[in-house]
Structure formats: C-alpha cells, structure tokens
C-alpha cells in the first residue's frame, strides 16, 4: 500500500528534473522546442515510456561513463537520472502529478510574455502613460509609475495587472494581437476557476484554440523581440503546458488548489520579514526564536477570541480550515464575521472610502468615487491636452458640457443643420 502521490506542485526547470527530461522538452508530454507553440496536443509523456527510455539508455551505455551516458540520455530527451523517486510510488505517473502551477505557468507567463508583446507593439512609455492614467481603485493595485521597469511582481499585482491590460491597450493594438491577448487572458481567468464542468473545460479550450487562431498577428507587428532581433516563433514551455489543463482538470480536479501562492508567500512571511527583523549575525537563531514567538501570540489571540465570543474550538478549526481552501480567504472572513466579534492584536484597520470627505456618494449610497484633487497636468493648454491624451473631440465634448447639452442633442443639431442646407440647395 502507498499514500498516493496525487501532485507535486513545481515550476518548470524542477518539473524537468522530477519527470527526468533533458531541457527544452515538455515534462508532462512528448513535444519538443519546435512543437511549444503548436496548436495540437501532443501525446501525454506517461511512466511506462519515461521507464523505458531509461532503460534503453542504461543498456546503450554503462551509466558509470558520465560523459558517454550523458550523451545518450540527450539523444532520447532524458536528463541522465536512472531510478526516479516515482517508481516505486505505486503507479505515479509525471504527466498526472504534475499539475498546472498557476502562478509561474499562467502569471508569471502573463507577466513575461503578453505585457512584454504588448510594450514591444505600443512601446513601454505608452503603456506606463496608459496605466499611469487610470483612476485608484481600492483593492486594485495602481501602477502610478507604470511597469517597464519593474522585474518581479507578487501573485495578487500579477492578477491586477492581468485585469487591466487587454482594455488598457484597446485602441494602441492592432485589432488581432488585442484579440489574441482577450483570449489568452480569458483563458487564465476560466483556468482559476474554483469549480469546473463541461461548460467552463469547453470555455477554456476555445479560448486557447481563439489564442492560436490570432496569435500570428503578435508576430507580424513585431511583438516577439530576443536579444537579437525578432522572433518568429513561440517556443514558449508555458504555452504547450497550457495545452494540458483540460486533461488534468478533468483527471485532477481545479487547478488552483495546486497552486504555489501559498509556499511563495511563505518565503515573504517566514524567511525574509524574519531575517529583516535581524542583525544580520548568527540569523538562523533569531529567525527560529521570531517564528515560535509569533506562533504563541498567535495562540494567545485565538485563545482569547475563543474565550471573549464563548465559541468552542472545534469551530474555529473548521473555519481556519475553510479559508486555507477558499482562493479568497478575506471575502470569506467578511460574509461570516460576526458584527460583535472581538478580535486581538489586528492590524491597522484601512478607512473606508465611503468615510472620506472627498468622496462623491451615489444617491443609494452602493457606489463612492474618490477623484484626484490635484491634476497630473495642471499647465497644459487645452489643445496639448488633447493632443497628449489623443482626444479629438475634447474641446467640443467641454463645449457641450458647459453649455448643458449631449452628445446625442449636438449631433442632432449637427444632423439637422445639414439636412436644412440640403433642403436649401
């Protein structure tokens, strides 16, 4: 009997090395370099062929002999390991184990690839302008100083910037390269979907198949830059792993629970804020002493949240237990919080923008909006600001609003006016 291995949540480089399979291969199918942005779905690498692979390179060449052993392994696409950790784990099998990572195959995928195609086609400077512009949204991250020259981002600003893009760069993109980013974005979004059926697999299939079809177009305007000069392909590791989803969503469940959010997180919360904390000498010691301390204040919250509220144990482990599975813990805490909990030792509570003097309240008090009070550009003539915005009809759309009429009223008035010379002539 074995406890069964149902996924091993990794990037791709350590995909490469659990699977056995050299670089530029597909860990969890037979696809090569040539075929990552190929619209067909090439065959699942399984156990039984990943064995015998092995095997044919052990009796080619004397695993003993490095060099010789290494050179055969590369012939069949295998990385040298002869006995992988998997074989004797019951019937695990790579390309089910395996299972999509959403942030590294569709985030960081996102951030790397399609922001890059898009600051490739409009240029950075116009897309830091773009995201620049936007008004603040509270729990949406502004990108005051645009992102050309960031270089990572955390899992929550990469699902932000992947909300703004597709209509922050409507207009500046050709009609097929925004069609071919709407795609790929839709089929991100319907990936991380808590639940799954036929109707939403079926969903994201033709996303990805949409994605193919206009994917050509992002090469055509130039969207594929290396280092030295363009691109005409997508060999892209990420995008044939894509193919996969459907496969083991239907084999594996939702993707999302596979997630690495919660360990990368970890690496913020228990090493780096930890080490901060630190003098920089003898900083194993003080990390481990700041981690248990902040375990039993932990303790001591809960104990007293218990005691105050009289609510026995066993409740607030199933709720802990719930918002570790829910993908947003914080909307889950808030649709079952209690209006006389008592809480101790939280965080700095955040003003509401409905509590702002300067905000504009709809008449069902459901919507606030918090204008800037002091403009980006508080010189610019009104010619230059429609000329820098790329707003033709600026300066009449001003008129009508001053002068208390429409759009719909002026080019009626316009329309009238042509007919009566119409008439006249």
């Keep these: 009997m074995h406890t069964p291995l149902v996924s ?30 190929d619209v067909t779905v090439q065959p699942p690498r399984t156990r039984g062929h ?3 692979k092995i095997r044919e390179a052990v009796a080619a060449c004397d695993p003993r002999n490095i060099t010789s052993f290494h050179k055969v392994c590369l012939a069949k696409r295998l990385n040298g390991v002869v006995e992988p950790f998997w074989t004797e784990w019951g019937d695990a099998c790579p390309s089910h184990f395996l299972t999509p990572d959403a942030l590294h195959q569709w985030h960081k995928f996102f951030f790397d690839h399609c922001v890059r195609w898009v600051a490739n086609i409009i240029g950075s400077e116009e897309l830091d302008r773009r995201l620049a512009a936007l008004q603040p949204r509270v729990g949406t991250r502004h990108w005051a100083n645009g992102i050309s020259t960031l ?5 929550r600003e990469h699902r932000d910037l992947e909300k703004l893009l597709p209509a922050v760069a409507a207009g500046a993109l050709p009609d097929d390269v925004l069609c071919a980013l709407r795609a790929i974005t839709e089929f991100i979004f319907l990936a991380q979907a808590l639940f799954h059926y036929d109707e939403t697999i079926h969903s994201l299939n033709e996303a990805l198949r949409e994605f193919h079809h206009y994917k050509s177009s992002i090469l055509r305007a130039g969207g594929r830059l290396g280092k030295n000069g ?15 989803v459907a496969r083991s969503i239907r ?8 997630s690495s959010d919660i360990t990368e997180r970890c690496h913020i919360t228990h090493v780096k804020m930890p080490y901060r904390l630190t003098n920089r000498r003898d900083y194993h010691v003080q990390c481990c002493r700041f981690l248990d301390r902040q375990e039993k204040r932990r303790f001591f919250c809960l104990f007293t949240s218990l005691k ?14 719930r918002l570790m599975a829910i993908h947003f813990p914080e909307a889950n805490w808030i649709s079952g919080v209690s209006p006389t909990e008592h809480h101790v030792g939280s965080v700095r509570s955040q003003r509401s923008i409905f509590d702002n003097p300067r905000s504009r309240v709809s008449a069902s008090n459901t919507t606030a909006l918090l204008l800037t009070i002091r ?23 001003l008129g009508d609003f001053f002068s208390g009429r429409t ?9 009238k006016a042509k007919f009566e010379d119409t008439d006249a002539d």
Excluded at 251 to 258: C, F, I, L, V
Excluded at 380 to 392: E, K, N, P, R
Aim: with cysteine.
């Design 151 to 155: 270089k990572q981002c955390t899992g």
């Design 308 to 321: 105050t509220s009289m609510s026995p144990l066993f409740f607030e482990m199933v709720n802990e237990a």
């Design 8 to 37: 091993w949540i990794a990037d791709y480089p350590e995909q490469l090395m659990i699977a056995c399979v050299s670089a530029k291969n597909s860990p969890i199918s037979l696809a090569t370099a040539e075929q990552f942005g």
């Design 375 to 397: 403009p980006h550009c508080p010189n610019l003539l009104l010619h230059d600001a429609a000329a820098y915005l790329h707003l033709d009809d600026l300066i009449p759309a």
């Design 50 to 52: 990943t064995l015998q």
């Design 230 to 244: 363009p691109l005409n392909h997508f060999q892209i590791p990420k995008l044939e792993l894509a193919q996969h």
């Design 251 to 258: 084999q594996m469940g939702a993707p999302y629970q596979w």
């Design 407 to 415: 759009y719909t009223t002026r080019n009626q008035e316009v329309g």
